[in-house]
């Protein structure tokens, strides 16, 4: 097929765009993130780009998006591992137009962020070289055979048994979303809580940040959404619209349950509701009218400043509120398809019970929701166990409260003082740097005696 320059174009611009995204997920995880720890929240999105990236060109695109023989229904093969045989420029036999490698490079930047989302849940505490080796090992075991249920088929007759049972997933609901939730949740289990929590309060450090992070996370969306359409055409611009408008709906959403739970509208709140919002409309983005999306933020929006809460309730510590925005943000998106999607928008997808299918499609999403809930959880947990009875995955007390850049990185983000004379080694210069308190100020005393 002969390659449509628009489309490619379209397509390059959004595979940078969801790149972006990893940066962006940085700045909001690192807001959000005590002052002396805010390095180590950012490196572990970084790291992810870094190993991710490896594996995709090595086999993880190969096991994701190619066929698997008698085992396609579960997981692809390795006949396209080291993209032999796509360097050049030949398109897929899908009527998209666009290079191969295009397409692979898009799917990588998904699964680079997918991982990166689970960090957030383990801020503070977990060894950066064991962070290293969970990524090669969650990716492989855990995301590539997702995204090969959900996505793959050779347009004839395999198909990955979840995208052959008829559930939607246009963006990656199940796929990025419930699966990076629930792991962290697994991952948050295995690692334990943080010292004194939630007797200590862990307040982000830097507000600003956080809201540059949403920013860029919105901006890199629309690249996620609607760039999975893999074309410039009219369901990439229902997408699009339906990624602005459910992420107002979110943010607006959120803000209202807290200024009538807790009596103010915060920026943390507005920050979080925005992500709410991005996550739930992944999955339905191209099968819901504007109105839909709507409806689907707001209720979104609602329900994921309710659920950050649980983690109160229910004893785990989930650092930055994975859980409750991503896995309970795609869990509301993915079931919502059931009910919210219409063919008027995407004959390619089906009618939810509002548009008169019934309850079917609502079934088959439910299905896709608990298996992936299920796999997801159980093999991230096996992972994190084996890693931390292997080499142990949370590092010491002693370095947690003195902070983890200082011990891992040898760096501070914010230095108040100086660099102490006669320091030259750079794990003892970073040691001796103003101290830190548990909330991210620094000690009021050493401001004072410097000033």
Request: aromatic share 10%; hydrophobic share 55%; glycine share 12%.
């Amino acid at each position: 097929m002969k390659i449509d320059s628009g489309s490619t174009a379209w397509m390059l611009v959004s595979t940078a765009l969801v790149l972006l995204m990893t940066p962006g997920l940085a700045f909001f995880y690192g807001g959000m993130s005590r002052a002396k720890s805010v390095l180590n929240m950012m490196m572990m999105s970084f790291a992810s780009i870094a190993v991710v990236g490896m594996i995709w060109v090595v086999y993880g695109f190969s096991l994701a998006f190619g066929d698997g023989g008698a085992l396609s229904s579960f997981i692809g093969g390795f006949g396209d591992a080291g993209l032999v045989g796509l360097e050049k420029a030949a398109t897929a036999d899908d009527g998209t137009g666009i290079p191969q490698l295009v397409f692979v490079a898009f799917q990588a930047t998904f699964a680079i962020i997918t991982v990166a989302l689970i960090s957030g849940a383990i801020a503070d505490r977990a060894k950066f070289g064991a962070w290293l080796v969970f990524i090669a090992a969650w990716v492989t075991l855990v995301y590539l055979p997702i995204a090969h249920w959900v996505w793959w088929s050779d347009g004839e007759d395999k198909a990955g048994w979840i995208f052959d049972l008829g559930a939607l997933d246009f963006a990656g609901g199940t796929v990025v979303h419930i699966n990076s939730g629930v792991a962290a949740l697994a991952l948050a289990l295995v690692l334990g809580k943080r010292k004194n929590w939630p007797k200590e309060p862990a307040r982000p450090h830097n507000l600003p940040f956080v809201l540059l992070g949403a920013a860029l996370l919105w901006f890199g969306w629309f690249g996620f959404n609607a760039g999975s359409a893999l074309a410039a055409n009219e369901t990439a611009a229902v997408a699009f619209i339906n990624t602005m408008v459910a992420t107002c709906a979110a943010g607006f959403a959120w803000i209202v349950v807290e200024k009538l739970r807790d009596g103010a509208f915060t920026t943390l709140g507005m920050a979080s509701g925005i992500v709410a919002g991005l996550v739930a409309i992944t999955p339905a983005c191209a099968f819901v009218t504007p109105i839909g999306a709507l409806v689907l933020g707001l209720i979104a929006g609602a329900v994921c400043a309710f659920a950050v809460g649980l983690k109160y309730r229910l004893g785990y510590d989930d650092s930055l509120d994975v859980v409750g925005v991503h896995m309970v943000g795609g869990i509301v998106g993915a079931l919502l398809i059931g009910i919210l999607a219409t063919t008027a928008v995407n004959d390619g997808g089906a009618d939810g019970l509002l548009a008169g299918g019934g309850l079917g499609l609502l079934g088959k999403q439910a299905v896709a929701v608990v298996a992936t809930l299920a796999y997801s959880f159980v093999v991230t947990f096996v992972i994190a166990k084996v890693i931390d009875l292997v080499a142990g995955f949370r590092i010491p007390e002693d370095e947690e409260v003195s902070g983890i850049d200082t011990a891992t990185h040898a760096e501070t983000a914010y230095d108040f003082g100086g660099v102490p004379s006669g320091a030259s080694p750079a794990v003892a210069a970073a040691r001796k740097s103003p101290a830190v308190s548990e909330d991210g100020a620094a000690s009021t005393k050493k401001v004072q005696a410097d000033a």
